[in-house]
Protein backbone atom coordinates (compact mmCIF):
# COMPACT_ATOMS: atom_id res chain seq x y z
CA UNK A 1 0.00 0.00 0.00
CA UNK A 2 1.64 3.21 -0.94
CA UNK A 3 1.17 6.50 1.00
CA UNK A 4 -0.81 8.30 -0.45
CA UNK A 5 -3.32 5.31 -0.25
CA UNK A 6 -2.47 4.77 3.75
CA UNK A 7 -3.28 8.49 4.87
CA UNK A 8 -5.86 9.17 2.58
CA UNK A 9 -8.25 5.98 3.28
CA UNK A 10 -10.50 6.63 6.58
CA UNK A 11 -10.67 4.21 9.73
CA UNK A 12 -14.14 2.88 10.75
CA UNK A 13 -14.44 2.99 14.70
CA UNK A 14 -17.10 0.21 15.07
CA UNK A 15 -17.44 2.33 18.41
CA UNK A 16 -18.11 1.17 22.17
CA UNK A 17 -18.62 -2.10 22.76
CA UNK A 18 -20.52 -2.73 19.74
CA UNK A 19 -22.19 -6.25 20.62
CA UNK A 20 -23.78 -4.61 23.61
CA UNK A 21 -27.43 -5.09 23.99
CA UNK A 22 -28.40 -1.40 25.26
CA UNK A 23 -26.58 1.27 23.71
CA UNK A 24 -28.14 3.91 24.21
CA UNK A 25 -28.22 3.60 27.76
CA UNK A 26 -24.70 2.77 27.21
CA UNK A 27 -23.65 5.98 25.64
CA UNK A 28 -25.41 7.87 28.14
CA UNK A 29 -23.68 6.25 31.06
CA UNK A 30 -21.01 7.48 29.40
CA UNK A 31 -21.77 10.95 28.97
CA UNK A 32 -22.44 11.09 32.74
CA UNK A 33 -19.47 9.64 34.09
CA UNK A 34 -17.62 12.11 31.27
CA UNK A 35 -19.73 15.39 32.38
CA UNK A 36 -18.65 13.93 36.58
CA UNK A 37 -15.16 13.98 35.65
CA UNK A 38 -14.87 17.14 33.77
CA UNK A 39 -16.59 18.58 36.87
CA UNK A 40 -14.61 17.38 39.21
CA UNK A 41 -11.43 18.28 37.32
CA UNK A 42 -12.57 21.20 36.50
CA UNK A 43 -13.06 22.24 39.91
CA UNK A 44 -10.14 20.88 41.73
CA UNK A 45 -8.00 22.61 39.67
CA UNK A 46 -10.25 25.99 40.28
CA UNK A 47 -9.76 25.55 43.97
CA UNK A 48 -5.88 24.94 43.70
CA UNK A 49 -5.51 28.41 41.58
CA UNK A 50 -8.32 30.67 44.44
CA UNK A 51 -6.97 29.28 47.46
CA UNK A 52 -3.63 30.43 48.81
CA UNK A 53 -3.39 27.64 51.18
CA UNK A 54 -3.46 25.22 48.97
CA UNK A 55 -0.76 26.65 47.06
CA UNK A 56 1.83 23.75 47.91
CA UNK A 57 3.75 21.33 46.01
CA UNK A 58 1.58 18.74 46.91
CA UNK A 59 -1.67 20.74 45.14
CA UNK A 60 0.39 22.26 42.32
CA UNK A 61 1.02 18.44 41.36
CA UNK A 62 -2.11 17.21 41.77
CA UNK A 63 -3.28 20.17 39.43
CA UNK A 64 -1.12 18.48 36.99
CA UNK A 65 -3.25 15.13 37.36
CA UNK A 66 -6.89 17.14 37.22
CA UNK A 67 -5.33 18.71 34.19
CA UNK A 68 -3.77 15.40 32.40
CA UNK A 69 -7.34 13.83 33.64
CA UNK A 70 -9.65 16.33 31.77
CA UNK A 71 -7.57 16.35 28.42
CA UNK A 72 -7.81 12.52 29.12
CA UNK A 73 -11.39 11.88 28.56
CA UNK A 74 -12.43 14.35 26.85
CA UNK A 75 -9.57 12.93 24.05
CA UNK A 76 -11.92 10.72 23.49
CA UNK A 77 -15.20 10.31 24.82
CA UNK A 78 -16.35 13.64 22.94
CA UNK A 79 -15.37 11.53 19.42
CA UNK A 80 -17.13 8.50 20.52
CA UNK A 81 -20.05 10.25 21.39
CA UNK A 82 -20.11 12.62 18.36
CA UNK A 83 -19.98 9.25 15.87
CA UNK A 84 -23.07 7.33 18.00
CA UNK A 85 -25.06 10.64 17.90
CA UNK A 86 -24.30 11.16 13.97
CA UNK A 87 -24.07 7.98 12.68
CA UNK A 88 -20.73 8.05 11.71
CA UNK A 89 -18.25 5.77 12.46
CA UNK A 90 -15.41 7.03 10.32
CA UNK A 91 -11.89 8.84 11.62
CA UNK A 92 -8.82 10.04 9.19
CA UNK A 93 -5.58 8.44 9.52
CA UNK A 94 -4.02 11.72 10.62
CA UNK A 95 -7.35 12.16 12.80
CA UNK A 96 -6.53 8.54 14.27
CA UNK A 97 -2.89 9.29 14.93
CA UNK A 98 -3.50 12.69 16.47
CA UNK A 99 -5.57 11.23 18.91
CA UNK A 100 -3.37 7.70 19.66
CA UNK A 101 -0.72 10.69 20.33
CA UNK A 102 -2.76 12.54 22.60
CA UNK A 103 -3.98 9.27 24.32
CA UNK A 104 -0.29 8.05 24.96
CA UNK A 105 1.24 11.55 26.00
CA UNK A 106 -1.69 11.69 28.64
CA UNK A 107 -1.29 7.98 30.11
CA UNK A 108 2.48 8.63 30.01
CA UNK A 109 2.32 11.76 31.72
CA UNK A 110 0.21 10.33 34.32
CA UNK A 111 2.86 7.44 35.15
CA UNK A 112 5.34 10.27 35.63
CA UNK A 113 3.54 12.30 37.41
CA UNK A 114 2.12 9.78 40.02
CA UNK A 115 5.58 9.09 40.79
CA UNK A 116 6.65 12.32 41.38
CA UNK A 117 4.00 12.71 43.58
CA UNK A 118 5.04 10.11 45.30
CA UNK A 119 8.31 11.38 45.51
CA UNK A 120 7.18 14.62 46.92
CA UNK A 121 4.86 12.41 49.83
CA UNK A 122 8.34 10.52 50.53
CA UNK A 123 10.37 14.13 51.12
CA UNK A 124 6.87 15.26 53.02
CA UNK A 125 6.89 12.15 55.53
CA UNK A 126 10.71 11.04 55.76
CA UNK A 127 12.37 14.03 55.23
CA UNK A 128 10.55 17.16 55.97
CA UNK A 129 13.46 19.28 57.24
CA UNK A 130 14.41 19.60 53.39
CA UNK A 131 11.29 20.11 51.90
CA UNK A 132 10.86 23.75 50.93
CA UNK A 133 14.45 23.37 49.65
CA UNK A 134 14.10 19.80 47.90
CA UNK A 135 10.11 20.88 46.57
CA UNK A 136 10.71 24.29 45.46
CA UNK A 137 8.59 26.22 43.10
CA UNK A 138 10.87 25.99 40.98
CA UNK A 139 11.87 22.50 41.11
CA UNK A 140 7.99 21.67 40.53
CA UNK A 141 7.79 23.62 37.50
CA UNK A 142 10.86 21.43 36.53
CA UNK A 143 9.02 18.32 37.26
CA UNK A 144 5.86 19.68 35.57
CA UNK A 145 8.13 20.12 32.37
CA UNK A 146 10.14 17.12 32.25
CA UNK A 147 6.65 15.23 32.62
CA UNK A 148 5.10 16.59 29.76
CA UNK A 149 8.60 16.38 27.40
CA UNK A 150 9.20 12.79 28.56
CA UNK A 151 5.82 12.21 27.43
CA UNK A 152 5.16 13.41 24.77
CA UNK A 153 8.77 12.17 23.05
CA UNK A 154 7.72 8.54 24.19
CA UNK A 155 4.31 9.43 22.48
CA UNK A 156 5.58 10.10 19.48
CA UNK A 157 7.40 7.08 18.70
CA UNK A 158 4.70 5.00 19.81
CA UNK A 159 2.47 6.18 17.01
CA UNK A 160 4.35 6.93 14.49
CA UNK A 161 5.41 3.46 14.10
CA UNK A 162 2.50 1.78 14.55
CA UNK A 163 0.76 3.78 12.21
CA UNK A 164 3.59 3.04 9.41
CA UNK A 165 2.22 -0.52 9.10
CA UNK A 166 0.90 -2.13 6.33
CA UNK A 167 -2.80 -2.26 6.81
CA UNK A 168 -3.94 -5.24 4.72
CA UNK A 169 -7.93 -6.21 4.22
CA UNK A 170 -10.70 -4.25 6.71
CA UNK A 171 -9.67 -0.99 7.93
CA UNK A 172 -12.27 -1.54 10.92
CA UNK A 173 -11.31 -0.67 14.06
CA UNK A 174 -12.74 -2.99 16.90
CA UNK A 175 -13.00 0.12 19.35
CA UNK A 176 -14.21 3.54 20.79
CA UNK A 177 -10.96 5.15 19.43
CA UNK A 178 -7.64 5.08 18.13
CA UNK A 179 -5.43 2.86 20.72
CA UNK A 180 -2.00 1.12 19.51
CA UNK A 181 -3.43 -2.84 20.62
CA UNK A 182 -6.48 -2.03 18.00
CA UNK A 183 -4.02 -0.74 15.41
CA UNK A 184 -1.49 -3.49 15.41
CA UNK A 185 -4.31 -6.64 15.30
CA UNK A 186 -5.22 -4.41 12.05
CA UNK A 187 -1.27 -4.93 10.73
CA UNK A 188 -0.44 -7.88 8.01
CA UNK A 189 3.28 -8.21 8.74
CA UNK A 190 5.12 -9.60 11.54
CA UNK A 191 4.81 -6.72 14.57
CA UNK A 192 6.95 -8.96 17.15
CA UNK A 193 9.64 -6.56 17.06
CA UNK A 194 7.66 -3.71 17.79
CA UNK A 195 5.98 -6.06 20.65
CA UNK A 196 8.94 -6.23 22.38
CA UNK A 197 10.09 -2.58 21.80
CA UNK A 198 6.89 -1.98 23.59
CA UNK A 199 7.62 -4.48 25.84
CA UNK A 200 10.78 -2.45 26.49
CA UNK A 201 9.04 0.68 26.54
CA UNK A 202 6.33 -0.65 29.04
CA UNK A 203 9.08 -1.75 31.59
CA UNK A 204 11.07 2.40 31.09
CA UNK A 205 7.59 4.15 31.37
CA UNK A 206 5.52 1.56 34.11
CA UNK A 207 7.30 -0.95 35.93
CA UNK A 208 10.17 1.09 36.42
CA UNK A 209 7.90 4.26 37.89
CA UNK A 210 5.93 1.83 39.65
CA UNK A 211 8.79 0.30 41.55
CA UNK A 212 9.99 3.70 42.66
CA UNK A 213 6.49 4.32 43.64
CA UNK A 214 6.42 1.18 45.91
CA UNK A 215 10.08 1.97 47.28
CA UNK A 216 8.78 5.31 48.06
CA UNK A 217 5.53 4.31 50.14
CA UNK A 218 7.40 1.53 51.95
CA UNK A 219 10.19 3.94 53.32
CA UNK A 220 6.90 6.46 54.02
CA UNK A 221 5.37 2.96 55.75
CA UNK A 222 8.67 2.81 57.83
CA UNK A 223 8.48 6.38 59.21
CA UNK A 224 5.24 6.45 60.03
CA UNK A 225 5.50 3.45 62.01
CA UNK A 226 8.42 4.98 64.17
CA UNK A 227 5.72 8.33 64.37
CA UNK A 228 5.11 9.11 68.09
CA UNK A 229 2.06 11.43 66.93
CA UNK A 230 -1.17 9.41 66.14
CA UNK A 231 -2.71 12.64 64.76
CA UNK A 232 0.50 13.19 62.76
CA UNK A 233 0.85 9.83 61.79
CA UNK A 234 -3.19 9.58 60.50
CA UNK A 235 -2.75 12.68 58.55
CA UNK A 236 0.34 10.72 56.93
CA UNK A 237 -1.65 7.50 55.99
CA UNK A 238 -4.71 9.58 54.91
CA UNK A 239 -3.14 11.80 52.48
CA UNK A 240 -0.83 8.67 51.12
CA UNK A 241 -4.12 6.37 50.87
CA UNK A 242 -5.42 8.31 48.61
CA UNK A 243 -2.36 8.14 46.05
CA UNK A 244 -2.37 4.71 46.43
CA UNK A 245 -5.76 4.64 45.51
CA UNK A 246 -5.10 6.07 42.32
CA UNK A 247 -1.85 4.07 41.95
CA UNK A 248 -3.59 1.12 42.12
CA UNK A 249 -6.27 2.24 39.45
CA UNK A 250 -4.02 3.17 36.75
CA UNK A 251 -0.93 0.77 36.84
CA UNK A 252 -3.14 -1.92 37.33
CA UNK A 253 -5.12 -1.56 34.11
CA UNK A 254 -2.31 -0.32 32.21
CA UNK A 255 0.06 -2.97 32.74
CA UNK A 256 -3.01 -5.30 31.90
CA UNK A 257 -2.95 -3.42 28.30
CA UNK A 258 0.33 -3.02 27.47
CA UNK A 259 2.78 -5.29 29.54
CA UNK A 260 0.72 -8.36 27.41
CA UNK A 261 0.95 -9.18 24.10
CA UNK A 262 -1.86 -7.85 21.63
CA UNK A 263 -3.00 -11.43 21.10
CA UNK A 264 -3.35 -12.53 24.20
CA UNK A 265 -6.59 -10.68 25.37
CA UNK A 266 -9.78 -9.42 22.87
CA UNK A 267 -11.26 -6.78 21.53
CA UNK A 268 -13.30 -6.69 24.39
CA UNK A 269 -10.87 -6.80 27.35
CA UNK A 270 -9.10 -4.29 25.49
CA UNK A 271 -11.90 -1.98 25.54
CA UNK A 272 -12.72 -2.72 29.31
CA UNK A 273 -9.23 -1.62 30.03
CA UNK A 274 -9.72 1.19 28.17
CA UNK A 275 -12.91 2.35 29.95
CA UNK A 276 -11.54 2.12 33.19
CA UNK A 277 -7.77 4.28 32.37
CA UNK A 278 -9.34 6.91 29.91
CA UNK A 279 -13.22 7.23 31.59
CA UNK A 280 -13.69 5.55 35.11
CA UNK A 281 -10.39 6.54 36.37
CA UNK A 282 -10.21 10.85 35.87
CA UNK A 283 -14.14 10.56 37.72
CA UNK A 284 -12.83 8.70 40.67
CA UNK A 285 -9.26 10.58 40.61
CA UNK A 286 -11.25 14.00 41.92
CA UNK A 287 -13.32 12.41 44.44
CA UNK A 288 -10.56 10.49 45.88
CA UNK A 289 -8.55 13.25 46.36
CA UNK A 290 -11.49 15.72 47.71
CA UNK A 291 -13.45 13.34 50.07
CA UNK A 292 -10.34 12.40 51.94
CA UNK A 293 -8.66 15.31 52.00
CA UNK A 294 -10.00 18.11 54.87
CA UNK A 295 -7.86 21.11 53.17
CA UNK A 296 -9.66 20.81 49.73
CA UNK A 297 -12.68 20.21 51.40
CA UNK A 298 -12.31 23.05 53.58
CA UNK A 299 -11.27 25.39 50.09
CA UNK A 300 -14.38 23.88 48.71
CA UNK A 301 -16.74 25.19 51.38
CA UNK A 302 -15.17 28.16 52.21
CA UNK A 303 -15.81 28.99 48.03
CA UNK A 304 -18.72 27.87 47.92
CA UNK A 305 -19.65 30.12 51.48
CA UNK A 306 -17.92 33.03 49.43
CA UNK A 307 -20.53 32.38 46.50
CA UNK A 308 -23.58 32.43 48.91
CA UNK A 309 -22.34 35.67 50.53
CA UNK A 310 -22.01 37.69 47.08
CA UNK A 311 -25.74 36.03 46.25
CA UNK A 312 -27.44 37.31 48.82
CA UNK A 313 -25.46 40.82 48.77
CA UNK A 314 -26.56 41.23 45.84
CA UNK A 315 -30.55 39.85 46.06
CA UNK A 316 -30.69 42.99 49.27
CA UNK A 317 -29.56 45.52 46.50
Known amino acids: MDLKNKTTADFILLGLFPSCRYPNLLIFLILFIYTLASAGNSILILLIWLDPRLHTPMYFLLSQLSLIDLAYISSTVPKAATN ?13 AT ?7 LGLAECILLTLMAYDRYVAVCNP ?13 KMAASTWIGAIGAALVHTIYPMNFPICGSR ?45 YT ?33 GQAIFIYMTPTSSHTPD ?5 AVLGTIVTP ?27 RDSARSLQ
Open 84 to 96: YFTGRQNISFFAC
Open 99 to 105: QMFSFLT
Open 129 to 141: LRYTILMSPKVCL
Open 172 to 216: KINHYFCEMPAILRMSCVDTSIYEMVKLVSTIIFLLTPFALILTS
Open 219 to 251: LIFLTVLRMNSPKGRNKALATCSSHLTVVSLYF
Open 269 to 273: QDQVG
Open 283 to 309: MLNPLIYSLRNKEVVGALQKCSGRCCN
